[in-house]
């Protein structure tokens, strides 16, 4: 039963809708923790993303967060480039990572072509490519800075050209005011669980919180708690720190939602 239990997630509010939704159905108190924010590069992105399908003639686009693709798109829009992107994009075949990223591809007006059935992280992509036998192609991915080679290494040994556009760069969230209400709750052990959502999301974490606890202290409190973690990745950063967690057997929000379910039943 969670009816009742305090679980905070790495999204804020505004992209926490979801998991929001998941917790007030189970009568558990939800808490968007805001940890990262987008720095963008500004409208040379476009131009780049622009200039690389000219000279590179990707024969895959491969778009690999919602966040991703509403900044490129945006970006176009604010500066009237909005159908030269739409055109680039669409002379390539597109694949998506997961369902969320395809809404956020179709309401721009964007055909998917691809979705990796049940894994919907970079080795899900992996494994759609290799279904697709697409050794020799080419790829073009937009995505953070801040982002792990581990896609490009892994596309790369089956075979596939990749080229990388970095739109945005990450840092810790900076108005940290958000957090007083999990804050306080957390240090008197009134937070039964915390959904992380990306490797970023927990260094952001980890930047906002040692502001405010020491190390030990913020270990020792994490212990006593379940930490479910959207996917590997995500798990490994975890690791860094120490931390134990429950990976999702799905690596998306709902997912998520229902490993903390899980362990916090069993708890």
């Not at 305090?6 to 999204?11: E, G």
């Not at 894994?119 to 192609?137: I, Q």
């Not at 502001?211 to 590997?232: A, T, W």
Request: include cysteine; aromatic fraction near 8%.
């Amino acid at each position: 039963m969670l009816e009742g239990k305090t679980i905070a997630i790495t999204r804020s509010k505004d992209d926490a809708h979801e998991f929001i939704s998941l917790a007030e159905e189970h009568h558990a108190n939800p808490i968007p923790l805001p940890t990262i924010e987008l720095i963008s590069k500004g409208e040379k992105i476009v131009d780049e993303f622009l200039d690389s399908v000219e000279k590179y003639d990707p024969d895959f686009s491969v778009f690999m967060s919602s966040k991703a693709v509403h900044l490129l798109f945006d970006t176009a829009e604010k500066h009237g480039k909005l159908n030269s992107l739409q055109l680039a994009i669409a002379n390539t075949s597109v694949m998506s990572v997961g369902p969320k990223t395809t809404i956020a591809l179709e309401e721009h007006g964007i055909k998917v072509n691809h979705q990796p059935l049940k894994t919907f992280s970079s080795v899900g992509v992996g494994e759609e490519f290799t279904r697709l036998h697409a050794v020799g192609k080419k790829v073009i991915v937009p995505r953070s800075g801040a982002s792990t080679p581990f896609l490009k290494e892994l596309l790369n040994k089956i075979g596939i050209d990749v080229l990388e556009i970095h739109l945005y760069d990450v840092c810790s969230f900076r108005d940290t005011t958000q957090w007083n209400s999990f804050r306080e709750l957390f240090s008197k052990n009134k937070v039964d669980g915390v959904v992380f959502t990306s490797a970023s999301s927990v260094r952001g974490f980890f930047d906002i919180m040692l502001k405010d606890f020491e190390l030990n202290p913020l270990l020792e409190n994490l212990s006593r708690i379940s930490v479910v973690s959207i996917g590997p990745f995500t798990a490994d950063e975890l690791k860094k720190f120490n931390v134990k967690n429950t990976v999702a057997q799905v690596h998306t929000v709902a997912g998520a939602f229902d490993s903390m379910k899980n362990t916090l039943t069993i708890t």
